[in-house]
């Protein structure tokens, strides 16, 4: 079977979203309190350049390794300008609103959904700097950190154990945040041609198929209700009814 | 300052979601073909317990090693029970609706967005078997592997470079599907007291205040307002109700 060759790539967007940025996200930092595996760190930045975040601020006293790097693909831009702070009130001093993670309930603090924190982060103006704080990986944020935190919000994970490694905890929210971020998340899919288009493409293989005896007066009904479901179903682009076309008039004539 | 000890246990449960599970998340795959990092296996399985999934194929002949063990935390069941094969088509033969995920747009098949394959997902009876698939690190899926997809879905990101972590696109797909999957995610925070029990706090804070001198002729009525104002932004708890009170009622009079 041979078929003029057909322009597959009309009509279709890459699927990244570039530029669309709703909630400002270059005014969010990352904080990590004292994380202990630098494969983590690299894996942080990396979230943070898929999802459009640049800021990564590091609370203890430690040097990046090779391994951050090695797992920072693409991103060791954001490792390499990150500055580390000795303790977790200077790291936010200079912001207007903080977020800690937990994985657990606190005594003493009310703990709200990552949903509600992005709600919350929605209400205020657009130039309110804010800050994203996650803990240690085995012991979390302390009380005495979670009090330079304005909410204390949580990721719903199933079951007590395990919970969402850091990497993890930090692109879930990410992702939430920057979901809310861009209007064009939906992929950009050639549109169907018109109805009467889809109905001709449909009407010319129902003739192809009685030509070839496939229709007869018995199934004519039957077949032809089956025939419009499916490619009804399918939506048909312009490419669609490219390659159905081609299908069907050259490739069936030529058996 | 001393004030009765206060129960801030009262109304708050715990931050995981059990049991709920409308999408039957039980007759979901997770498939990995030929993946080369061995701890991104071990946090794929990590990813899947925390989201609610436990079945994971493994296309490729090779061994799991103790990094894979090491970064399945709380998970090495799913590791230990995972099927492997040798090639895609076998381990999806069983499966009725297979996705897979792909980082860049293809020549020749439609992709969708994670969003529209879990809106596909859900037009599907319950019991329908449905096969995730995620390619190599490197490679990610070849057409020939796509082909064995129904549908084929990519995760938005910013820019081209660099494309999600196979483990992070796994712990993507899986959140995106547990968020439908249970209704009861949103936090379960005390809730407000009436509306009568609030005013009645906050006028006994207003008496406090009153006794002290803070609030009199000249600022009454604005002073009302900022603490009505501030007061009723909290939507007291009952918890909030007995901390304040505490603190209006002993705290300020033994100064």
Chains 1, 2 share one sequence.
Do not use: W
Not at 45 to 53: L, S, W, Y
Not at 88 to 95: F, H, I, R, T, Y
Not at 107 to 136: C, M, Q
Not at 180 to 199: D, F, G, H, M, Y
């Amino acid at each position: 079977m041979k078929f003029a060759p057909l322009s597959y790539n009309s009509g279709m967007k890459l699927p990244y979203v570039p530029g669309d940025d709703l909630l400002n996200r270059s005014r969010f930092s990352v904080i990590l309190v004292n994380p202990e595996n630098q494969e983590n760190i690299g894996l942080v930045a990396r979230a943070m350049k898929n999802t459009g975040f640049s800021c990564l601020r590091v609370v203890g006293k430690f040097k990046l390794t090779a391994e951050a790097l090695r797992t920072a693909v693409h991103s060791t831009d954001i490792l390499k300008k990150a500055p580390f702070y000795d303790s977790l009130p200077k790291a936010v001093s200079d912001l207007n609103l903080v977020f800690g993670s937990t994985v657990r309930l606190r005594k003493a603090f009310k703990v709200i959904t990552i949903d509600e924190a992005v709600s919350r982060i929605k209400t205020y103006p657009l130039d309110t700097k804010i800050g994203l704080v996650f803990g240690n990986e085995r012991t979390g944020l302390s009380d005495s950190e979670l009090r330079q935190a304005n909410f204390i919000y949580f990721i719903p994970q199933v079951s007590r154990q395990p919970s969402y490694n850091l990497a993890a905890a930090v692109l879930i929210t990410l992702y939430t945040l920057f979901r809310e971020s861009a209007t064009n998340l939906l992929s950009q899919v050639p549109p169907p041609i018109s109805r009467k288009e889809q109905t001709d493409c449909i009407e010319l293989i129902l003739k192809k198929l009685e030509k070839r005896g496939f229709l007869h007066e018995t199934n004519r009904e039957h077949v032809t209700d089956l025939l419009y479901d499916l490619f009804g179903r399918l939506a048909l682009s312009e490419r669609d009814r490219r390659f159905l076309t081609a299908v069907f008039n050259k490739g069936l004539d030529k058996e």
